[in-house]
């Protein structure tokens, strides 16, 4: 059974930094190519980085300079590494495999807020 764990969201003042993680568990981590996604009030939920199984990770526009993305798969784990935050970061933040996707875990919550 697929399990995927988020954790490390929170509170953070606008230009600050999180670490995100998410520990997986039941499928081979090494081999595929991972993503964190997010979504906040009422928007779809988007890709935000990915990984692939070597480490090369890639961004969308919005975070790019700001995030990155790594995997330790050791650990079955992928993390995110979010700088210089802003307001419009704010949402929960989810880990998957982009293709196919698992289901969905809880998903983390990040509020950039003064």
């Known amino acids: 059974q697929v399990q995927l764990v988020e954790s490390g969201g929170g509170l953070v003042q606008p230009g600050g930094s999180l670490r995100l993680s998410c520990a997986t568990s039941g499928f081979i981590f090494s081999i595929y190519v991972m993503g964190w996604y997010r979504q906040a009030p009422g928007k779809e939920r988007e890709l935000v980085a990915s990984?692939?199984?070597?480490?090369?990770?890639s961004y969308a526009d919005s975070v790019k300079g700001r995030f990155t993305i790594s995997r330790d798969n050791a650990k079955n784990t992928v993390y995110l590494q979010m700088n210089s935050l802003k307001p419009e970061d704010t949402a929960v933040y989810y880990c998957?495999?982009?293709?196919?996707?698992?289901?969905w875990g809880q998903g983390t919550q990040v509020t950039v807020s003064s």
């Open positions: 998957n495999r982009p293709q196919p996707l698992f289901s």
């Open positions: 990984i692939t199984s070597g480490g090369r990770g």
